[in-house]
């Protein structure tokens, strides 16, 4: 076993002195990025480093906390995952919503903004029965019937299966208890890739759900301004450090989190630079970013994931096509029967779907969002969210999320549509 561990961190090395090979306009850009990080935490503007109680607790704790009740339900997929759904129920006639977390994410996402700003609690105060889900592998979700966390073929898995077992388990079942479809399904980055492949592949669940509505809607991202775009030129090496260090989960998070807690909140000088990094990598926009939460967050994110997840990412980037997994032509001959991965068949989702999505978003650029656009046969909103710096993480994150997105969403789920579709295509069109 150590001497895996040993084999892997000399990888790791090689790796690193690997990087010098890059082509040199990629390194210097990275070399400013990182000037940029700590130029930019000079003059900061104070985070608060004062003890936060939820900064230790977990999302059930935190909800009651906020004085709302609470359940966990763990439910099983096909394929033998156990996962969390946490639930601010609502009263007997209340109209069911689920909630779906993005990548290296969980169902704290929709409450660390706190009462009366957080997503969940909106959703709560309104009526609604609220569900928040977790993703097979995260902090509430790493668990199987049989095979263990510390078994790769666990980790074997990326955000395909989260379409096709994941959701349809979570739909089914709150579908089931409440003896009515889903009234409305959230998504935000990933919980929006993984919920256009349930209603591509597995269409009889997505006639259990009324409407979708996808914050930074993740599908085409060849667009992509984030440096998070040379992980792959790396990605081979990625994968085998994985593999040997963390038997391919994607680093070990709990690890990762206990790190970045040390280093970042340690003192102030420290928490800017981390939250400068953070910017760096998903837009910047430090008005948005309320530094008090920095503890909360950060006891719950980063969340595990597999390295698969981001590696069939890298390929939708790379192919610029929503397709099914790449294992290798071989591989790809005897899975799919046929050299190329198939594409994810968009075109015939009958959910009426929301779009929701930011200019200074570095993960989706509004490139990508209106390819999406036009791939959708069903789109009932399309909306670019009012402040031009909203990055990618202020749709669950920003101080004004409220005001900005949320209020939107709940207008459109009380079915009072903002615009029609005829006007939607106007505006797509005109801006082409
Ligand atoms: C990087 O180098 C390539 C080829 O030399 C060039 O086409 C490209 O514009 C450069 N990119 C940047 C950001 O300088
Ligand atoms: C940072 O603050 C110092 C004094 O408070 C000031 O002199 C300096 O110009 C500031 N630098 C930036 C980049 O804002
Ligand atoms: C930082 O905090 C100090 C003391 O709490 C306050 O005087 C100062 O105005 C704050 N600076 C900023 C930029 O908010
Ligand atoms: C909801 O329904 C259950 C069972 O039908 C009943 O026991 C309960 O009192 C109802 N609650 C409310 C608030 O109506
Ligand atoms: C991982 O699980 C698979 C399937 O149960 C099993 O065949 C394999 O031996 C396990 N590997 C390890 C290292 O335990
Ligand atoms: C923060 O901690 C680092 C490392 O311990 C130290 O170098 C730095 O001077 C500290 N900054 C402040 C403002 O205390
Ligand atoms: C989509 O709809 C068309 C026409 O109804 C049908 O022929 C096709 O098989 C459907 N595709 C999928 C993936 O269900
Ligand atoms: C920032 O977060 C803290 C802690 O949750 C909260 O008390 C404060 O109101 C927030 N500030 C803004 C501007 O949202």
Redesign the pocket.
Known sequence: MDEIKLIGLMYLLSFCSHLSALPINVTSEISMLIKRIIWTSRNQSNISLEFNPNAILNTPEMIRKAGYPTESHVIMTEDGYLLTLHRIPGGNDSLPVLLQHGFLSSSADWIVLGKGKALAYLLADQGYDVWLGNFRGNTYSKAHI???P????FWSYSFHEMGIYDLPAMITFITNMRSQPLHTYIGHSMGTTSFFIMASERPKISKMVQMMVALAPVVLIKHMQSPVQYLNLIRSEIKTVMRLLFHDEFFQSDIVRFLLKKICLRNISLAEICSNFMFIIWGDDREQFNNTLLPVILNHFPASASTKTLLHYAQIFDSDKFRKYDYGRVKNLLIYNSIDPPNYDLSNITVPIALSYADNDWFISIEDVKRLYHLLPNVVDMYEVPWPKFNHLDFIWGKDASKLVYDRILKIMRGKNPKNVTSVNNIVNNQN
Do not use: A, K, M, V
Not at 150 to 153: A, R, V
């Open positions: 049989f095979l263990s510390l078994n790769s073929t």
